[in-house]
Each structure stands twice: as C-alpha cells, then as structure tokens.
C-alpha cells in the first residue's frame, strides 16, 4: 500500500467497499431471520397490550436449554481436561517416530492451554453461539503485537462472503469486520502492520445484530468511544506492477490471492499484503478461517436451531 499512489488506492477501496455492501446486503434475509430468532431465548420479557392491557410476554426457554446442553456436550469433547490435540503416526511405526508424536502432542496442548490464552473462553463462546447461528467461524493467524498465534472467535454476522459463495476454499473474497479503539489500531500502525496515516472518526455502520445482542443483554453503546470499523477483505487481484507471469514472463492476467485492509467509515487503505507464501509457484491461497457448522445447511450458512424449530 506505501508503493501505489493516491488514486490507485482511492480507486482499489471504492471497488472493495462496493463490493462489500453488495455481499452484505445479497444476506440480508439471513441476518434478518437470526435477529427475529435471538428474540426466541426466552432471556428478555416484553409487555404487550394483546390480548389485554397488562399481558405477560413469556417465551418458552426451549431453545436456550437445547443451546446450553449443545455447549456442554461438545465443549467437554473438544476441550477435555488431557488437551484437545492427539497425535497418530501414519505409517509404519516405531519408537522414535511414537516419541516425536508425544512430543508434538504435549508441544501442542501447551500451545493451546497455556500460551493461547484466547483459545478455551473463545471456543466456550463459540459453542453457544453455533447451535443459535447455524454458523461460526475461527481466525488462525501469527499476532505480530502478541508474538504468538491466535485462534479467534468470529461471529458469523462479522463475516461477510458473497452471494454465489458456497465454501470458504472457492470463494473469491471473505471480509473480516474489525472493530477496533484508537489504541488497538494505533498499535497496529508502530508495528508497521497498517499504514502510518491519520484516521478520520466515523460513524460504526448499523449493526442490527450487535444492537439486538446488546438489547437482550441490557447494555448500550457509550458514544465516547472511538471504534473504527476495519474491513479485512481476502480476494484476489491483478495489481499493476506486481502482475503473474508465466515461464516466459509474460503477463498471464490471473488474479492473485490478497489481503487488502481499509478504514470502512475514511475509505483509507492500511495495508495490502500477499495472501500465498512467497516460494508457492501455483500461488495458492492461504486460509485463515475454519467454519463450523451445526447443520450443513443449503448454501454456504448452516442451519441453527433458530431455523429448525425457531417456527414452533
């Protein structure tokens, strides 16, 4: 992003940002169907005036007591009290290559127990949240101002693919929505991770699942804080000056896997980076997202209990 000029980065995050409200709006009635759905937990009575003045709005905790025995069991499965990775030697074993499987083991669960500290709150939260969504996500990457890996709950109403998408794998773009304070963001920038530029305060987009989570939970937004809204858009390019080229190289006019990260509300660009390890001839994309998925579902969302007996 420091090499293009001004206009071609303008130009780039006009087309990112477009591209991304189409991919948000082409799910709308996806987003629509959970909000109506969150309202089924049972955790907030209303007050009607039908069928008289002073009738007590109850909803049956069904789906809530189904979404707490769905976290139990499964947490209990991928996280128990040995660590959540085993290890299995394919092939022809021995006790060399059986000991460099209990090292790899015990390296691992430390990894995740111990030094992840994010992992076993994220999973727990993650497993609440995919019995009712139908689908979450984790984000599996190196954090340069942690200086270790990450493993990230992503609820799926912060990412966003497009209409036609069916797997994570074949999809041309996935964007990550980032809300992130001043500080966070400033970090990002010393670290040389974003670009150095100044930022202009906005307005967060309407987030009707945010706000719907944040009514049943009874909390509101303190508008003194300053929360940036970060699209980081996975997609591929054909960037001028950085172009594939064939065995003769020559300009082969094939789009290359990127990852390009703007300010939603300012419309700047923090960074561009390649999304294909350097070395790869066949320059295939990294993947940074895991979906899980409670049922498989039609398309590319799974279905939650909001959708199997949400109707009930």
């Given at each position: 992003?420091?090499?293009?000029?001004?206009?071609?980065?303008?130009?780039?995050?006009?087309e990112l940002r477009e591209n991304y409200e189409d991919d948000l709006e082409s799910r709308?009635?996806?987003?629509d169907s959970y909000i109506k759905g969150l309202d089924l937990?049972?955790?907030k009575y209303e007050e009607r005036t039908q069928p008289f003045d002073g009738a007590t709005g109850v909803t049956h905790p069904l789906i809530a007591e189904s979404v707490t025995q769905f976290q139990a069991q499964a947490y209990k499965e991928l996280l128990p009290a040995k660590g959540p990775v085993s290890t299995n030697v394919i092939g022809r074993k021995d006790p060399e290559r059986e000991a460099q499987a209990t090292r790899v083991k015990d390296f691992m669960n430390y990894q995740i127990t111990e030094v992840m500290e994010e992992y076993d709150p994220d999973t727990d939260q993650m497993l609440f949240y995919l019995p009712l969504a139908g689908s979450t996500f984790k984000k599996v990457y190196f954090d340069i101002t942690k200086n270790r890996a990450v493993a990230k709950f992503v609820p799926a109403e912060d990412l966003v693919v497009p209409y036609e998408a069916s797997d994570l794998n074949t999809t041309t773009r996935v964007t990550h929505v980032l809300r992130m304070d001043e500080n966070e963001t400033r970090k990002m920038q010393v670290a040389g991770v974003y670009r150095d530029i100044?930022?202009?305060?906005?307005?967060?987009?309407e987030n009707k699942v945010k706000e719907k989570i944040d009514e049943l939970e009874g909390a509101s937004k303190n508008y003194s804080e300053e929360v940036y809204t970060i699209l980081?858009?996975?997609?591929?390019?054909?960037l001028e000056g950085f172009e594939d080229l064939d065995a003769n190289n020559e300009i082969t006019g094939i789009k290359l896997p990127y990852i390009v990260t703007l300010d939603h509300g300012s419309g700047e660009i923090l960074a561009i980076r390649r999304n294909f390890d350097e070395g790869d001839p066949l320059k295939r994309k990294r993947q940074f997202f895991v979906h899980y998925k409670f049922l498989p579902g039609l398309g590319f969302y799974g279905f939650g209990l909001i959708h199997t007996i949400g109707g009930l």
């Open positions: 992003a420091e090499v293009f000029p001004e206009e071609v980065l303008s130009e780039l995050s006009t709308s009635d996806w987003k937990l049972g955790i100044e930022l202009s305060s906005s307005e967060e987009s980081e858009i996975h997609t591929n390019l054909d």
